[in-house]
């Protein structure tokens, strides 16, 4: 088989889904291969795979990349660059940070690099602060407030509002770098002298309200697992990390139990990796330390950051201005045989009836419409689970926990379960809930009206008119109205708390 024809063949390696980008990102801890499908506005991970390398653990006493550091780095990266080559990926952008940057042999490593065909680009503090905030940016279009991703080698800071990001700052407070701190004086004096670091690096905010200061959003593999373990400790309904949002005073609290933590007692924690479990302790630390001087108003984990960014770097305007929710949502239901178009035709079909009132908004209700269409894909007894784990535990980006309860509840109505499960429950109100109820059997009549044909919806109309819920159908297509169709009605109407009639009109009434 020729390299082209690899090239060509490539999408069958992941299951319908088409790799467009790949991104090597070699950091001070991990070096790490993604690729990337879908809508580059919400990414849609293929292939993640990382070597824990620790390039960076000498940089503070030698200044140098250890060497069997980087055999262990070359070796990964060899392969990265033959899966690459093999899975016919010509979109690749290699990034290294701290470790790098910071090493005397870097430039050396890079030749290295460029050797096994692999083009480096060793970026710079700022650059890399920018980069993770772009990829907050991408994650939380109203962002407002500070970056802080923790790496390997470093600790960049960076301020976020309106679309933009400004006052980059990098500093040696990476989790490798972090005992250097802790010395013999314990986690109190390492506390102090974190506190003297940031202070003297100019981000002392600790005097301006939390209002004005925004939100701390944490960005790192480090934080990730911090976020687990806040999560389990809370009882937690969801499972992802990503937008996990906690007050400053719980977020304090977290801190103070990690840093009293021994790593070993931490490692034996589910989805805690025994690599985090070690840097927990000493990060909590600098968090409280964090939380002390940044001043923040509460406390949200990204699992979006630097190499998000780059995707995000490289979109046209009017990509970047695209819904990440939808734009996510929309391509992971067409591979699952829900078209954006009909979709669009539901949810306005339903507008009138069910729309998105005082708890949802409208992107919200049609994403909710597009999962719940996917669904009914899934064989029936497999459906309704499978349906709501993807709207609570899929990573959908600009979406919080009150809105996966509601996309959930809206998917367990249009399959006849009215009341949603507990965990649901736990996510969101009873009234916000019952908005998103109404939503689902408004798409349960629009779907089984006319079996989802276009010429269904387009001779009906469902509206409120005169406090009852109508059902307004051609005279061609009156027979549209059997017996499912009357207790879908039924349904709706009572939510909604009004009565029900069905009215056959001429076609050019409608």
Known sequence: MSYRKRRDDRGGAFAGSTPQRAIIDIGSNTVRLVVYGGSMRAPMVLLNEKVTAKLGREIATTGRLADEA?????????????????LGIEDVETVATAAVRDAANGPEFVEQLRAIGLQPRVISGEEEALLSAHGVIGAFPDAHGIVADLGGGSLELVRVANGSADGASTLPLGTLRLPEHR????????????????????????????????ALYLV????????????ALRGHPLSDPHGFEIDPATALDVAAALAGSESEAL??????????????PDAAVLLAALLARLNPAKVVFSSWGLREGLLYDRLPAHSRAADPLLAGVAVFASQRGTPVTLATRMAAWTLDAAPARAHGSERLRLAAIMLALASMQIEPNLRLPQAIDWALHKRWVAVDGKGRAMMAAAIAANGNQLTPPP??????????????????LALRLARRLGAQSR????????VVEDGALVLKLAQSHAALFGQPTEKDMKLLAGRLGIGWRVDIVPEDAL
């Open 70 to 86: 980087m055999a262990l780095a070359l070796r990964g990266l060899g392969r990265f660059a033959l899966l690459l080559q093999d």
């Open 183 to 214: 010395k013999s004086g314990g986690r109190a004096e390492m506390g102090k002298a974190l506190d003297k670091v940031i202070r003297k690096a100019g981000w002392d905010l600790s005097t301006a309200p939390p209002e004005a200061n925004g």
């Open 220 to 231: 790192g593999g480090t934080w990730r697992a911090m976020a687990v373990f806040a999560m």
């Open 267 to 280: 490692k034996g924690r589910e989805r805690i990796s025994t690599m985090r479990a070690e840097k927990l």
């Open 423 to 440: 965990r649901v429950r736990a996510l969101a109100s009873e009234e916000a809930l019952e908005e998103a109820v109404r939503w689902g």
């Open 455 to 462: 010429r269904s919806l387009e001779a009906s109309k469902l």
